[in-house]
C-alpha cells in the first residue's frame, strides 16, 4: 500500500473544516427562524389577541346623603343640602388640614384626588352630577291630561293647539329651575370653594342644553376647564312613540349653541327615534353602558357634569349600583363612582328589543291615573 505523502496529509483536515463550516453555515438559517423569525410570529399574534377587559361600575357610597338609604327622594332639594355632601371626617385630613381650617367641599376635593393618585392600576374615581333638565312643555301637558292619557294619546302628538312638545322647550318655570341652580353653584364656589366642574356632557334635546346653558353660564370657569359641552346621543331620555323626546336637528342645535361640541359621529337627523315602538329599561341599561364607557375611557377629568333626563338618570343610577332616587324637574344628584378595568370578557347582556305600544286613535277623556 502506497503511504500517504505529507500534502495528501495535510488535505485531510482542510476537507473536514470545510466539511465542518458547510454544515454550520446550513445551519444558520435555521437558527435564525428560531431565534428571530418564529418568536416575532408568537408576539404578533399575542398582539393581535391582546386579553380582553372591560370597566367594572360601582357607587362609592358614605360621601353624599342621597345614597343613604334612611334618606327619603321626594321633595329633597339639593340646593338645601350642600349637594348632599355628609359633614365628615376623611384619613386625609391631618395632611391636608391639621389647622381645620378648610371647608367639607375642599376637604372632600383633596382627599378624592388622593384616591385617585393612590388608587390601583386601573382604577379611577370621579365625581358624576347628574342634572336633570327644567321644567318642560311636555312635563306641563302631563300634568294637564294626566299620565294615562298622556301615554295613551297626546305624547305621541306634536301639541295640542296650546302647547308644542316636540322636543320640548322650558317653561318660564324650567328656566327659574336652572337660574336657581346657577346661583347655588356660584355661592358654592364663594363660600365653599367647591371645584366646579371639569367636563360637561348634555343629551342633544334642547331642554337639556338650555338647562346645562343656564346652569353654567357666567360661572367662575378656568382657563383649563371652560364651560365648552359636548353633545351625547347615549344621554337622552327614552327614545321613541313620545314626541318630546324626539330631537331636533344637528343644524338647529349648532345655531342655538354655537362653539359647543358634537360626539364623533352625530348625525344630522334624529336617526334614534321612531313613532312606534318604546325603548325598554334593558335598552336604557345597556345605552347608559356605552355612555360611561365613553366618558370613563377617553376623559382623564374627575368631576364631571351629566345633563340629562329622569329616565336616563334613572338608568344610569341602576347600573351604577346606586340605589334609586327619583329627581323633581331642575334638580341634581351627585355620585361617586368608582370603575375598575378587570380582564374578562363583558357579561352579554342578551337582547333588548323596543316595546309595542298601544295607542288610542282618538283624544281620551281625562283619564284617572
Given amino acids: 500500500m502506497a503511504r500517504e505523502t505529507h500534502q495528501e496529509r495535510a488535505q485531510i483536515p482542510r476537507k473536514q473544516l470545510q466539511k465542518t463550516f458547510c454544515s454550520i453555515t446550513a ?32 357607587t362609592v357610597t358614605g360621601y353624599f346623603e342621597q345614597d343613604d338609604p334612611n334618606t327619603e ?11 348632599g355632601l355628609i359633614e365628615r371626617a376623611y384619613d386625609t385630613d391631618d395632611l391636608f388640614d391639621p389647622h381645620h381650617e378648610k371647608t367639607q367641599w375642599q ?27 327644567g321644567q318642560g312643555y311636555h312635563n306641563v301637558a302631563e300634568a294637564l291630561y ?19 312638545w316636540f322636543d320640548a322647550l322650558l317653561t318660564p318655570a324650567g328656566i327659574a329651575q336652572a337660574s336657581h341652580a346657577n346661583a347655588f353653584w356660584r355661592s358654592l364656589t364663594a363660600d365653599q370653594k367647591i371645584p366646579l366642574p371639569q367636563s360637561y356632557y348634555s343629551s342633544p334635546l334642547l331642554r337639556c342644553l338650555a338647562t346645562a346653558h343656564i346652569t353654567f353660564s357666567g360661572l367662575p370657569h378656568s382657563e383649563s376647564s371652560p364651560f365648552v359641552p359636548t353633545i351625547k346621543e347615549m344621554l337622552r331620555e327614552v327614545m321613541g ?8 336637528t344637528k343644524s338647529v342645535i349648532a345655531k342655538a349653541y354655537p362653539g359647543w361640541l358634537f360626539e364623533e359621529g352625530f348625525a344630522e ?49 341602576e347600573f351604577l349600583g346606586h340605589r334609586e332616587f327619583g329627581l323633581g324637574t331642575g334638580q341634581v344628584i351627585p355620585v361617586l363612582v368608582k370603575a375598575e378595568r ?28
Avoid at 423569525?37 to 361600575?57: A, D, R
Avoid at 384616591?115 to 358624576?128: E, R
Fill in 27 to 58: 445551519l444558520i438559517p435555521l437558527l435564525f427562524v428560531i431565534t428571530i423569525i418564529v418568536p416575532f410570529f408568537i408576539m404578533m399574534g399575542e398582539s393581535s389577541n391582546p386579553k380582553s377587559t372591560y370597566l367594572k361600575y360601582s
Fill in 73 to 83: 327622594p321626594r321633595g329633597y332639594d339639593f340646593a338645601s343640602h350642600n349637594f
Fill in 107 to 133: 376637604r372632600f376635593h383633596f382627599h378624592l384626588n388622593e384616591m385617585n393618585t393612590h388608587a390601583p392600576p386601573g382604577v379611577q374615581f370621579k365625581v358624576l352630577y347628574l342634572g336633570r333638565h
Fill in 146 to 164: 294626566g299620565t294615562k292619557a298622556w301615554d295613551c294619546y297626546w305624547a305621541a302628538k306634536d301639541g295640542d293647539g296650546n302647547m308644542t
Fill in 241 to 248: 312613540v313620545h314626541t318630546c323626546d324626539r330631537r331636533s
Fill in 269 to 317: 337627523d334624529d336617526l334614534l327615534w321612531v313613532p312606534d315602538l318604546r325603548e325598554t329599561n334593558a335598552a336604557m341599561l345597556v345605552r347608559a353602558r356605552k355612555a360611561m364607557d365613553d366618558i370613563f375611557s377617553d376623559d382623564p377629568n374627575t368631576h364631571i357634569s351629566i345633563s340629562s333626563h329622569s329616565g336616563m338618570i334613572a338608568s344610569l343610577l
Fill in 342 to 369: 378587570v380582564l374578562g370578557k363583558l357579561p352579554a347582556s342578551g337582547e333588548t328589543p323596543w316595546e309595542k305600544v298601544d295607542l288610542c286613535s282618538e283624544p281620551p277623556d281625562m283619564l284617572p291615573n
